[in-house]
């Protein structure tokens, strides 16, 4: 079985309610700790225009675009605002015993399904 996980970060680079805007074999990806401790990682572009969601606000399990308010859930990458209206891609994370954070930038959840 292939294991296509990169490791990006520690538990202790990211505290609950941070982003942190990555680069993972090439795609833009935002590393997001909710508010409650649960990591995430989606594509780093907003679906509305083409700006770094890492830059955005965290809140509850949401991130918040910085230019027009747009907040994508962090599970789904769907948004639940306008003025975005597509979601964005959101990928596998793996957090080890050891704090070790791993995305698998290779097989995106959701984001092209409408
Ligand atoms: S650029 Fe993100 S909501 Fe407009």
Do not use: N
Request: glycine share 10%; aromatic share 4%; charged share 25%.
């Amino acid at each position: 079985m292939s294991d296509s996980f990169v490791p990006v970060a520690r538990l202790t680079d990211l505290a609950p309610g941070e982003a942190l805007g990555l680069e993972v074999s090439g795609l833009e990806i935002a590393l997001v700790r909710d508010e409650d401790g649960g990591v995430h990682a989606l594509a780093d572009i907003c679906s509305h225009d083409d700006v770094a969601l890492s830059d955005g606000d965290v809140e509850g399990c949401t991130l918040e675009c910085w230019k027009h308010g747009s907040q994508f859930d962090l599970v789904t990458g769907r948004p639940l605002q306008l003025p975005a209206v597509r979601p964005v891609p959101v990928y596998p994370v793996r957090v080890d015993a050891d704090g070790q954070i791993a995305v698998d930038p290779e097989h995106a959840l959701t984001g092209s399904a409408g």
